[in-house]
């Protein structure tokens, strides 16, 4: 999720640097944005991590483990096999994730990215399958942050499987309602701004979808009808960085990729989600479903 609250984007990532004290001093992970003269934040994971260096009972904010069986269309979308952004299987070859994910790396080669799917864990395990090509909603918004859609075209299909299974997409223009229970799920941190408490272990929480008025009363023409937004009660539970282009499910059906936001988990303050059968359009037109 975008924050407008003390964040950064990674501007360049360099090959040459593997080792993990070298990538830190040469990584330049400064680029200024022009979001209200703010800046943002996008979460990478800085090298494989094995469950035994994760701190016990690290959670998305406010969430809980969970199973890729419960989850299987998860999939954590990975630059050179680092963990940055979430996404949802909606076919063997297809992903949709966030457009704000794949814009800040737009001048690398698709062939630089790769998704993780069928594993509970961020690391290791599941398949791992380059992708081919990069479909950008071409009406996407870096500064408003609207149209947050891309679809990811995968170089070879995916083993369909207990592990590995499609979410079901919305009809265009589906009607989702207030108080509506929603989850969402991923790999992110689980404190804002401190990228030590990305988990190992997949996470997941509760949420209820807010009217869109309600939504459009806090954050003005920010909010547009490409998006919704959900909170959770008392605002403890919520997406953060690193759940970017991760699933917003309703009844078995992607309702909205996680988008962006002011904070994570802050009381009376929704998180914003890509509102997916606002672009089912977008989403037939380049994949045929």
């Given amino acids: 999720m975008f924050s407008i609250q003390n964040a950064i984007f990674v501007k360049q990532i360099s090959s040459k640097y593997t080792n993990l004290n070298e990538f830190d001093l040469c990584l330049n992970i400064f680029e200024y944005v022009g979001r209200r003269y703010s800046q943002y934040f996008l979460f990478l994971e800085w090298g494989p991590a094995s469950p035994s260096e994760q701190s016990v009972g690290s959670r998305i904010v406010g969430g809980e483990d969970t199973s890729v069986l419960d989850i299987p269309y998860q999939i954590s979308l990975r630059l ?9 299987i909606i076919s063997a070859i297809y992903i949709v994730t966030a457009a704000h994910c794949i814009d800040v790396f737009a001048y690398r080669s698709p062939e630089d990215l790769s998704i993780r799917a069928g ?16 479909h950008q909603h071409p009406l996407f918004h870096k500064r408003k942050i609207d149209y947050d859609l891309s679809i990811l075209e995968l170089s070879s299909p995916l083993s369909i499987n207990q592990y590995t299974k499609p979410i ?3 009809h265009e223009g ?7 229970l929603v989850h969402v799920s991923g790999w992110g941190v689980t404190r804002e701004g401190h990228s030590s408490t990305a988990p190992e272990t997949l996470q997941m929480t509760y949420l209820t979808l807010l009217d869109h008025k309600i939504c459009e009363k806090k954050y003005g023409r920010d909010f547009t009808p490409r998006m919704v937004c959900a909170i959770s009660k008392g605002g403890r539970r919520d997406s953060c960085h690193g759940d970017s282009g991760g699933p917003l499910v309703a009844k078995n059906v992607l309702v909205g990729v996680v988008s962006w936001g002011v904070g994570c988990a802050l009381p009376s303050t929704p998180g914003i989600y890509t509102n997916v059968p606002a672009l089912r359009h977008f989403i037939r037109k380049i994949t045929g479903m």
């Fill in 119 to 134: 594993s509970t864990f961020r690391s290791f395990g599941g398949q791992v399958i380059p992708v081919k090509k990069i």
């Fill in 168 to 170: 079901k997409l919305p």
């Fill in 174 to 180: 589906q009607k989702f309602y207030d108080g509506d």
């Fill in 80 to 88: 050179q096999d680092y963990h940055f952004c979430g996404g949802a």
